[in-house]
């Protein structure tokens, strides 16, 4: 499935869709962006996973549990409170939107040099059908 379908049937369309694409580019473009979140997997025990991600190989899930022990209770509480959502319907969609957006920022297998934040938009915007 690919990451237009993904967004789509986890969210079925809306300003939520727009909000939580805002919400993951948010989490790949803070602080360090996308290396920062390949370290936090990475101390947390799943780098493997976020590895999967960014290689050329298929994709390994990962559970909402997971994502939430990776980017701290408090983070998960703050966005779910700023989206309007409870914590289980974030982190349920976040797992099946994350693999996908990272996959495709790294389609060569590895993290891009550069901004990497317009190379997101660019790819997102097109797959949302905004340019």
Do not use: C, R, Y
């Not at 909000?19 to 790949?28: K, R």
Request: charged share 20%; no cysteine; aromatic share 2%.
């Amino acid at each position: 499935m690919d990451i237009l379908n993904t967004i789509q049937s986890a969210l079925g369309g809306g300003d939520k869709k727009d909000d939580l694409m805002s919400t993951v580019m948010g989490l790949l473009g803070g602080q360090g962006g996308l290396n920062n979140l390949i370290s936090q997997f990475a101390s947390k025990g799943l780098g493997d996973v976020i590895g999967s991600w960014v290689s050329t190989g298929k994709n390994l899930p990962v559970s909402g549990d997971q994502l939430q022990n990776v980017l701290g209770k408090d983070t998960i509480n703050h966005l779910a409170s700023k989206l309007g959502m409870d914590n289980g319907a974030l982190t349920s969609q976040l797992t099946n939107l994350l693999p996908g957006v990272v996959d495709k920022l790294t389609p060569d297998g590895k993290v891009p040099e550069g901004d990497i934040m317009s190379k997101g938009m660019d790819i997102l915007g097109g797959l949302l059908g905004k340019k």
